[in-house]
């Protein structure tokens, strides 16, 4: 089967970096997404990677080790509004719907 | 450009009642997608519509779960008889292209669906 593996919280203050990481096991790879939810709302996309490498967004980075079978979101400059729900995510075997792991809670404090 | 929107926002309803669920895709998306999360779990595929054809329904948890997308635009998902297990937070999202492309899927907020 397919599974993606993250921790179930994270916490940080304002203005540190901190780092999700991911595992996945997973069939007919394509990459690795990222999505962020806050309070339950609709998720909405962060980042992809399809190459190993970083991958660089603003204060967002992600990266990804196929041969490692291994990604992580990083975040820089912890705001706030960065608390949310953090959710790595991978196609199927089909490559046609996504595939999440079961999200890491970020908690940012003043 | 208008979202991917839900509607309702919350639904609660008895065991045994019939629900039914509807999401209104971005304009143009061909790819439209039914999610579920259940309280505490990740958020699981349930199925994928190119158009108004199912691709994918491999995710569907039983044949209680009917989901049409009449025409190739909005989606519905009905779920007859509900039971308890189907409580959860159902998302919609769209796309233009397949996850598998690397192509962004935009999530619907959800509908929230008590059954007790």
């Known amino acids: 089967g397919q599974s993606l593996e993250q921790p179930s919280e994270v916490t940080a203050v304002e203005g540190a970096i901190v780092q999700i990481n991911c595992t996945y096991q997973t069939s007919g790879f394509y990459g690795l997404s990222w999505y962020q939810q806050h309070d339950g709302g609709a998720p909405t996309f962060l980042s992809y990677n399809a190459l190993d490498g970083l991958e660089e967004t603003g204060r967002f980075s992600s990266f990804l080790s196929r041969s490692d079978s291994y990604g992580y979101l990083l975040l820089q400059e912890l705001q706030m509004k960065d608390s949310a729900s953090y959710f790595c995510a991978s196609s199927n075997q089909a490559g046609t719907a996504l595939i999440f792991g079961k999200g890491t809670t970020l908690s940012v404090s003043s | 450009e208008a979202g991917v929107t839900q509607f309702p926002s919350h639904s609660v309803i008895e065991k045994g009642q019939t629900v039914t669920l509807r999401c209104d895709p971005i304009?143009?998306?061909?790819?439209l997608y039914w999610y579920r999360r259940v309280m505490g779990k990740e958020i699981k595929f349930l199925l994928h519509?190119?158009?108004?054809?199912?691709?994918?329904e491999s995710g569907m948890p039983n044949n209680r779960f009917l989901a049409e997308r009449t025409g190739g635009t909005y989606s519905t998902l009905k779920v007859q008889p509900a039971e308890l297990e189907d409580s959860g937070v159902y998302f919609c999202a769209s796309s233009q292209g397949l996850a598998g492309e690397s192509y962004e899927q935009y999530f619907g907020p959800g509908t929230r669906l008590t059954v007790t």
């Open positions: 304009s143009g998306h061909d790819n």
């Open positions: 519509f190119v158009k108004e054809s199912k691709q994918d």
